[in-house]
T-cell receptor, first 116, second 112 residues
Framework: GAVVSQHPSRVICKSGTSVKIECRSL??????MFWYRQFPKQSLMLMAT?????????EQGVEKDKFLINHASLTLSTLTVTSAHPEDSSFYIC????????????FGPGTRLTVT | DQQVKQNSPSLSVQEGRISILNCDYT??????FLWYKKYPAEGPTFLIS?????DKNEDGRFTVFLNKSAKHLSLHIVPSQPGDSAVYFC???????????FGGGTRLMVKP
């Protein structure tokens, strides 16, 4: 199987601080990773597409200076929420596509961010 | 404008019966469709997919049907089991890239 991990699974931070979330593909190399957020009882909304070694592509309405994405290797992408505010509280999920594989995206378990 | 829609927010089915989850899309450029299952506070789990060149794909208890002319796909689960209770998302991919567009999800409840 294809395993994607996220760390941390839960984080509580104070307003104005920054939080880094890691997404790792554990048993495969991923050319592309995606970052989603999900609000309660809503669908997954794509935030950005992260390609190894290049700048992330952000979806319309997502502030690239607020949500910093770094895809440093074929197995690791990080999302940093800078100067977090309570409205950033959400469930953040990453996914990855195999370097050599099909079209399936494999999702991480998600990170619950609560900004107080 | 939602390009992928799941019009039923919830569905309740008796154990052993068939569950049918529906999904409609508007973008004719989508060429690959996927179904994911999601439990609360967890990431989605891939279930089954179908290419636009096919009209049916079967994997165990799960079958996905695609009707391109109607821009409609459905996921059949038979027989349904209580452990199938979760939120199911359909997703579509355009041939221009790997980005997925998700529907709003349908919460399936399978009653014992």
């Amino acid at each position: 199987g294809a395993v994607v991990s996220q760390h941390p699974s839960r984080v509580i931070c104070k307003s104005g601080t920054s939080v880094k979330i890691e997404c790792r593909s554990l048993d495969f190399q991923a050319t592309t990773m995606f970052w989603y957020r999900q609000f309660p009882k809503q669908s997954l909304m794509l935030m950005a597409t992260s390609n190894e070694g290049s700048k992330a592509t952000y979806e319309q309405g997502v502030e690239k200076d607020k949500f910093l994405i770094n895809h440093a290797s074929l197995t690791l992408s990080t999302l940093t929420v800078t100067s977090a505010h309570p409205e950033d509280s959400s469930f953040y999920i990453c996914s990855a596509i195999r370097l050599a594989g099909g079209h399936e995206q494999y999702f991480g378990p998600g990170t619950r961010l609560t900004v107080t | 404008d939602q390009q992928v829609k799941q019009n039923s927010p919830s569905l309740s089915v008796q154990e052993g019966r068939i569950s049918i989850l529906n999904c409609d899309y508007t973008n004719s450029m989508f060429d690959y469709f996927l179904w994911y299952k999601k439990y609360p506070a967890e990431g989605p789990t891939f279930l089954i997919s179908i290419s636009s060149i096919k009209d049916k794909n079967e994997d165990g208890r799960f079958t996905v049907f695609l009707n391109k002319s109607a821009k409609h796909l459905s996921l059949h689960i038979v027989p349904s089991q209580p452990g199938d209770s979760a939120v199911y998302f359909c997703a579509a991919r355009g041939h221009a890239g790997n980005m997925l567009t998700f529907g709003g999800g349908t919460r399936l409840m399978v009653k014992p």
